[in-house]
Nanobody, 122 residues
Framework: QVQLVESGGGLVQAGGSLRLSCAAS????????MGWYRQGPGMQRELVAK???????DYADSVKGRFTISRDNAKNTVYLQMNSLKPEDTAVYRC????????????????WGQGIQVTVSS
């Protein structure tokens, strides 16, 4: 079984920074894409950023220039550096690992972390 454990959330003032981490553990052969999604109060879940095993990156327009996603493939860990935070960034952030294989002969599965609260005060 694969587990994703997130850390680094909390309360910060507008303009501040936070760094989220998500470590995947378990029997893992490969992970295609790792990323972060968020869901604010009364909002639908949205993609924040994702990064492939080859380093291809996508960002939501609302976070471009402020957030940076990175990944350590050897540690199966993804990071999200969030700078210049705004109150509208307040949300539960969830880590996602997509197209995960536990062996070369098994199929693909997606996994989610439990979520971590990020609150930005004005």
């Amino acid at each position: 079984q694969v587990q994703l454990v997130e850390s680094g959330g909390g309360l910060v003032q507008a303009g501040g920074s936070l760094r989220l981490s998500c470590a995947a553990s378990g029997s893992i052969f490969s992970i295609n894409t790792m990323g972060w999604y968020r869901q604010g109060p009364g909002m639908q879940r949205e993609l924040v950023a994702k990064i492939s095993s080859g380093g291809s990156i996508d960002y939501a327009d609302s976070v471009k220039g402020r957030f940076t996603i990175s990944r350590d493939n050897a540690k199966n860990t993804v990071y999200l550096q969030m700078n210049s935070l705004k109150p509208e960034d307040t949300a539960v952030y969830r880590c996602n690992a997509a197209r995960v294989r536990v062996s070369p002969i098994t199929g693909y599965n997606d996994y989610w972390g439990q979520g971590i609260q990020v609150t930005v005060s004005s």
